[in-house]
Structures are given as C-alpha cells and as structure tokens.
C-alpha cells in the first residue's frame, strides 16, 4: 500500500496470502467542528468523534494534536479564545464547559449547560448555547459565579459570533432563522428566516454575515446587513460544513463534520484543501451487485473511490444519514442501522427511505437472508434481532456480551462476533455456540466458501475460521483498525447524552466479500476502504 499513512500512521497490512489496496486516501483529520485561529496564528479544529483538538497550519497543512483524546476533555464540539490566550472548549456529550490555560492546564468552567455547542468569547465575557430545543444561551464565568441565562427558546443552537453591531448572532438550526441578542441580555430578534439548513454563522473582516449550511451542497449564505438584507449563495461543494474562521487576510476556513479536513473557501465558491477530506470512519461496509462499494461513515453513507483530481481526499456522499453504523446491500437497496437505534431502507435510484425498527439499543451490524428478513446485532441490548418483510422483530439470541457483527453461511446459519468475549459465536435455535475463541476483539464478519472471516481489532489482525474443521489461522496483520498500539483509549463517552442525540458510539471495522472473492475491510485506523485480493502464486 502506498500514500499517507493516515491518522495514526499505519505500517501497511502485512500478509502472504492477500494483497491490499486502499480505494480511497487516508484522511488525516478525524472529523473537524469548531474551528478559531489561535494566538500563534494556527487554525485550531476541535474534533468530536476524536475526542481531541488539533492544530492546523493554514500554510502547509501540518496538523498537530494539542488536547489527545485521553485527558479531561470527552467530545470538544468548538472552541473560542480569550484576550489572555486561554482556549474555551464546549464538551459536548457530559455538558461541560472547560478552560486550557496557555501553559496547557485545565479548568472546569461549568457543568451546568445542557449539549453545549455555540461558544464565543466578547472580549474577557464568556457565552455558550446549547443545541437542543428550548436551549438557552448562557454567559459563564471562569473565575467562578453562577451562569447568567440571556435568553431560552433556541431551536438548536450552534456556533456563533459577536457581529459588528455589539450583538451576539447565533442559528436555530431546526426553524432555519438566525438571530441576535445584545450580550447584556434584552429582546432576541430575528435576523435572517429561511436560511438553508444554518449550523454556523460567522463574520468576514469587513463585517459581512456569512452563515454555513449543513446540508451536502456546502451552501454559504452571505447577508446584507448594512442595506437591503438582501442575499448571495455561495455552493462550496464540501458536504456537511460545520464551522469557519477567517484570517488577518480575510480568507475563509471551513470544517466538515462529515469528512473533517480543512478547506479554504474563496468568495467565488473554489476551494482549495488545506487538510484533505476523507471518511470519518468508516464503520461497515458493503458492495452491491454492480460493483459499488458502500461505506457506513457516521454522519452518512459514502461512495468509497480513487481520489478526486482537485486532490481534496473526499469520497461520494450517498446521503447524509446522521450516525449510520452498519450497511448491508440487498439488490437495489442498502439496508442501514443507526446510533439513534433505528433500521432503515435505503433506495440509491430514488433517494426513498423506509424506517424498519425504531427504539433499538445501540444496533450495529447488519445483513440479510434470502427471503428478505433482516438481521441485526443488538450491541447495547447484547441481543440478535431479525425484522421481517413487514417489520416485525423477533428476538434469535440474547444475554450475549457485547454482539458487533452478524453474518450468514450458505446454509443460512448465522454468526455474531463478541468482541469483549473475544469470540465469534454461532446460533444455534436461540442458543449462542462458540465457533472460536480468543480472537482478542472480533468485529467485522464475513463468509466466503466454507471460510468465515473476522477483523480482531485489539491485535490489528484478519483471522480466518474454517467452518468445517473449526480451525483458525492468521490471514494478515497490522490492519489499520483501532486506535494505534502504544496509544492510551480515550475516555468512555456516555452511549447517549441529553435529549436523545447520540455520544460517541464505539468504533466498529466493518468487513464484507466482493463477488470476485477479495475482501473490503473498514479501515477505521486512518479512514480508508481497504480491498484484499487473494494473492496470486509465487508474489
């Protein structure tokens, strides 16, 4: 394999018997949210589904992590910075709000905002919104006191910014308006109605309002405030645009919560990477009978491929599909399970979507038997589930550990991999039977012929289970898959924070056979689809 290493710099897979290629370049940055220019002059990019904030170089896009994922902070969502160089971040899955002192010490600010997101700083003022209906926005005190509510009623908040008339502006993102409020409190007012999909609004040098959508167009909307309030588009291209901060020289940086990297936006709607895009995951992974190939990325489903010419790292969006974790195709539909534990059908020639299941405790892996019915790994309810043609849903297995991935043989027998029990288990009317233990952490099932295939995330490993003989073997190894050896996990994130959204799910490397016999595996370690092919003799 060659090109980037990626995120945590893997080797390359290692193996006699498969040789490997990425369909896609790795991506650098996991996920990129808020983003503000910090005292040294770099773009800092808090990353939620990292846990951690990274320092960009706008020059030559050198990225340096400055807050890792196993300190205090959980899931920073965006940040600002005071007068005295402090860095204010908003956690946004445990509510908390925390200050980094520029000597790199932390300091719990408050605990009392409900999903924090939208955070700026007024000089030596502090205020932060929450993104929730009916949230508030709050000014906080760093040196102690109570927090002051300036006003209540947001319909999801997110990043905001004081505007050149002293006012505080910020989006609801649900209502599509934005608005401001003066930071010494008074009557909010609405600025701006019908605004598309608003998740950022942000002021240039020369005080025009630019206002980030979060749709798949990447549509920055300009507003005139000074006049006629009239309107300007700008289509940016970059799906899933999250945040911008602009430079001493007024160029414009945006963020992507769908692919992360960083992009410079220029008035006339080119861009040019400055961190490339790519898969913020991805998590499972399918292909269809035509050849396409199918990534379940979190924040959508994704067209993995060669790199685009304009060298921006990104792959396709299929569509946006908040916090979609498991994939499986079926025809002329992809089947899909969410983190806020739904089941879905998912039509590419139409865009048509049907809900299967709803209320499901953190589903994962998913496939499907010849006659339709689904199948799905349960992983919170530790359950196998099926949902038949008329989405009825059937427990096949419960009281297992932790089920990640399920799979069928041609005889329709199902697996599940277990990856806290090290396993992957058969069942057999209701009952989960070994079928191979001590695979560190499996998660990623696959069956070809009369082999099962897994991905043991804990040792970077594909294992391979015959399933005549029982047998294991080792078919390849340091996968990039996990977090990298020798590095500490970050602190466990609640499964779900307030108001039904989800945390911080737990990775899962998906894995899946092609029609000519190769493998693809989620390569979730630096952001790639990885292809196996058997290797051919003597290489």
């Excluded at 290629?21 to 773009?43: I, K, M």
Aim: glycine share 14%; net charge negative; charged share 20%.
């Amino acid at each position: 394999m060659t090109g980037r290493s990626g995120r945590y710099e893997a080797s390359g897979v290692r193996s006699t018997r498969w040789q490997a290629r990425r369909l896609n370049s790795p991506n650098p940055l996991w996920g990129s949210n808020g983003v503000a220019f910090g005292p040294d002059g770099r773009l800092y990019v808090a990353q939620f589904l990292a846990g951690q904030i990274s320092a960009v170089d706008p020059a030559t896009g050198d990225v340096e992590v400055v807050v890792p994922p196993d300190g205090p902070v959980q899931s920073p969502d965006d940040l600002a910075f005071g007068t005295d160089g402090s860095m204010y971040i908003a956690d946004l899955v445990p509510g908390r709000v925390w200050r980094r002192s520029p000597d790199g010490g932390y300091g719990l600010v408050c605990d009392e905002v409900k999903v924090p997101n939208g955070i700026t700083c007024v000089g030596d003022r502090l205020f932060v919104n929450e993104m929730r209906m009916n949230g508030r926005l709050l000014e906080l005190f760093p040196e102690g006191g109570d927090p002051v509510v300036l006003t209540d009623g947001l319909a999801l908040g997110n990043a905001m910014q004081l505007g050149p008339d002293g006012c505080l502006y910020y989006p609801h993102m649900v209502s599509r308006q934005v608005w401001r409020i003066p930071p010494d409190g008074g009557v909010p007012e609405v600025v701006a109605e019908d605004v598309h999909d608003p998740v950022a609004v942000r002021f240039d040098q020369g005080g025009v309002l630019h206002v980030l959508s979060r749709g798949p167009e990447g549509i920055v909307t300009r507003v005139d405030l000074h006049g006629t309030g009239s309107r300007s588009l700008v289509t940016s291209g970059v799906t899933g645009l999250d945040n911008a901060a602009f430079d001493a020289e007024n160029r414009m940086f945006v963020s992507s919560f769908a692919s992360g990297g960083i992009t410079e936006l220029r008035p006339d709607g080119r861009t040019r990477p400055v961190v490339p895009r790519g898969l913020d995951g991805p998590y499972g992974v399918t292909i269809d009978l035509g050849g396409t190939v199918y990534a379940a990325d979190h924040y959508r489903v994704a067209r993995p491929e060669e790199p685009d010419a304009g060298a921006s790292g990104d792959v396709t969006t299929e569509i946006l599909q908040p916090f979609v974790h498991g994939i499986t195709a079926d025809g002329e539909v992809l089947h899909t399970t969410s983190q806020f534990g739904t089941v879905q059908t998912y039509a590419p020639a139409t865009g048509a979507t049907r809900t299967r299941a709803t209320g499901l405790n953190q589903p994962l892996g998913i496939t499907v038997r010849p006659d339709g019915t689904l199948v799905v790994a349960e992983t919170g309810a530790g359950r196998v589930i099926a949902i038949d043609e008329a989405d009825t849903v059937t427990v096949l297995a419960e009281g297992l550990d932790h089920p990640v991935d399920v799979t069928l043989d041609a005889d329709g027998r199902c697996y599940v991999s277990d990856d806290r029990r090290g396993a992957v288990l058969r069942i057999d009317d209701g009952e989960p039977v070994p079928v191979a233990d001590g695979l560190g952490a499996p998660q990623g099932l696959a069956v070809h012929g009369d082999e099962l295939f897994t991905v043991d995330t804990a040792n970077r490993r594909l294992w391979s289970v015959s399933l005549t003989t029982g047998g294991t073997r080792v078919e390849a190894e340091d996968l990039a898959v996990g977090i990298p050896r020798g590095s500490t996990p970050p602190r466990q994130a609640p499964a779900l924070f307030a108001h039904g959204l989800p945390g911080v799910a737990p990775r899962f490397a998906g894995l899946t056979t092609a029609p000519d016999g190769s493998l693809l595996l989620s390569s979730n370690g630096e952001g790639t689809v990885v292809r196996l092919s058997p290797a051919r003799t003597g290489t």
